[in-house]
């Protein structure tokens, strides 16, 4: 299996996607400030307006899982809606706390939200987590009891 820790350049699919989402921002995340990057990763997962403006009509979960002692990161996203797991890692013969994050947010058809929060969070690990993995997905949320 493959995962981004040794390249300083995230996979030219999320760059090349871009061009099927001109009104998402265009900006090279690795180009942008540390508070940059989390607000706009603020704005693609709760301005609802935003979702509105673009037709991101399709509900989708976003989850991440970061080393406990890492979280503190991510407590930018605490303001807002979200899930948090205590869950354990293992890596080999290596087991650690680890906590898992989960946000529903809105995508389009083309996934454009979902694909420039990957590019972000790459960014954003790179420049301020500094993990050697960070795992992040988005899934299709089909039925839920939450709306939005």
């Not at 989850?63 to 948090?84: V, Y």
Request: contains cysteine; aromatic residues 12%; charged residues 30%.
């Amino acid at each position: 299996m493959e995962h981004l820790t040794e390249t300083l350049n995230p996979p030219e699919v999320w760059v090349a996607k871009y061009s099927l989402c001109p009104t998402i921002s265009q900006k090279d995340p690795m180009r942008m400030s540390v508070q940059a990057i989390k607000d706009e990763i603020v704005k693609l997962l709760y301005d609802a307006d935003y979702f509105k403006e673009l037709g991101a009509t399709d509900r989708e979960f976003i989850t991440i899982a970061i080393r406990q002692d890492k979280a503190h990161f991510f407590d930018f996203l605490k303001e807002h809606a979200l899930t948090n797991w205590r869950t354990v890692g293992i890596w080999g013969k290596l087991v650690e706390p680890n906590l898992q994050i989960e946000i529903e947010f809105r995508d389009n058809q083309q996934e454009c939200f979902g694909n420039r929060l990957m590019h972000l969070l790459f960014a954003y690990n790179k420049k301020e987590v500094k993990e050697q993995v960070l795992y992040a997905r988005t899934t299709p949320l089909e039925e839920g009891t939450l709306f939005f």
